[in-house]
């Protein structure tokens, strides 16, 4: 039987997106994100570290910033490293395949930066798969996010 496992997170990048290129010419880009949330009445804060690799890296380091609100997805990871004092320690890291940009348009023009490109807003056909009276857009937490197919 094949094992597999897959992580959405949704929070806030902890600092700028650092761009790299790998030996072979890939681009990588890597980045922290904070994702708080609360256990028996206290906020505890899950720091992922995230890394994404190809054209989607690209625009992760020219869209987003420290402070953004984003959605990424793929596999997770245990990463065990040393510390500077000889101490094992293990990272949670995120092998990102898909991301997207959160937050309305008032959020993204508070920043001095590039306009990120909107989508392609194209009505979509009726089908089997969404007929039947369900409208994505009703009552969808994140209804405003947009994903990236490159």
Not at 64 to 88: A, I
Not at 106 to 129: E, F, L, N, T, W
Request: glycine content about 8%; proline content about 9%.
């Amino acid at each position: 039987m094949p094992h597999y496992a897959h992580a959405t997170i949704i929070g806030h990048l902890g600092q700028d997106p650092e761009l790299r290129e790998t030996h072979s010419g890939m681009q990588v880009v890597t980045c922290s994100v904070a994702t708080p949330h609360k256990r028996q009445g206290k906020e505890i804060t899950t720091w992922w570290r995230v890394s994404m690799f190809g054209k989607r890296a690209e625009i992760v380091a020219q869209y987003l910033r420290q402070g953004d609100p984003v959605l990424f997805s793929g596999e997770p990871v245990l990463s065990p490293w040393t510390d500077k004092d000889g101490n094992q320690r293990i990272s949670l890291e995120l092998l990102a395949s898909d991301f997207a940009f959160v937050g309305g348009k008032d959020q993204q023009q508070q920043a001095p930066r590039q306009q990120a490109p909107q989508p392609d807003h194209r009505p979509v056909q009726p089908s089997p798969a969404n007929s039947g009276g369900f409208d994505p857009s009703d009552d969808i937490p994140f209804a405003e996010c947009v994903w990236w197919a490159v």
